[in-house]
T-cell receptor, first 110, second 113 residues
């Protein structure tokens, strides 16, 4: 079962930062936080992952709280193409499967 | 950038027929997965495959399903006798040895009539 809680939907104005929250209060010490997104029934697309430090790549930044019970995915300048369902997933290294919850449907508004 | 590819993109079949969905994982990846997504529902894990054998499967992956790596590049999912409820998007994914990230293909939309 998904061990994360995300708001079902969010809107963001084009060009603004999109901040997507995720609660994972039961996360274990060795579990990573992963973010994927799915654009209109396409295959899930990997965005970023982290353990306890904040991470940044060309797509997004991941901010993990010190107690690791929650995290925020930040898309710094949202575009219309970022409209998608965003999934926050916790996963033990080496685990075979990803448990996708219902995610957050982000709509970027012109 | 290397990608996972899947064929066909769409497949329509009659109930009771066999279907084979094909995937070409990213080159040098050795861990392979199948997931499915029924319309409007969550993405669900079906099976993982490594070293020519199933490493884990979900309760969805019953005797009607099988996976195979017939050659060095393809990874297939076979449904022996399709049911209406098998209608879904099927996603293949692969992962590199030592890596933790699964990369997904674009999916095959299967419609069982």
């Amino acid at each position: 079962d998904a061990k994360t809680t995300q708001p079902p939907s969010m809107d963001c104005a084009e060009g603004r930062a999109a901040n997507l929250p995720c609660n994972h209060s039961t996360i274990s010490g060795n579990e990573y936080v992963y973010w994927y997104r799915q654009i209109h029934s396409q295959g899930p697309q990997y965005i970023i992952h982290g353990l306890k430090n904040n991470e940044t790549n060309e797509m997004a930044s991941l901010i993990i709280t010190e107690d690791r019970k929650s995290s925020t995915l930040i898309l710094p300048h949202a575009t219309l193409r970022d409209t998608a369902v965003y999934y926050c997933i916790v996963r033990v290294p080496g685990a075979n499967n990803l448990f996708f919850g219902t995610g957050t449907r982000l709509t970027v508004i012109p | 950038e290397p990608e996972v590819t899947q064929t066909p993109s769409h497949q329509v079949t009659q109930m009771g027929q066999e279907v084979i969905l094909r995937c070409v994982p990213i080159s040098n990846h050795l861990y392979f997965y199948w997931y499915r997504q029924i319309l409007g529902q969550k993405v669900e894990f079906l099976v993982s495959f490594y070293n020519n054998e199933i490493s884990e499967k979900s309760e969805i992956f019953d005797d009607q399903f099988s996976v195979e790596r017939p050659d060095g590049s393809n990874f297939t999912l076979k449904i022996r006798s399709t049911k209406l409820e098998d209608s879904a998007m099927y996603f293949c994914a692969s992962r590199a040895t030592g890596g933790e990230t699964q990369y997904f293909g674009p999916g095959t939309r299967l419609l069982v009539l």
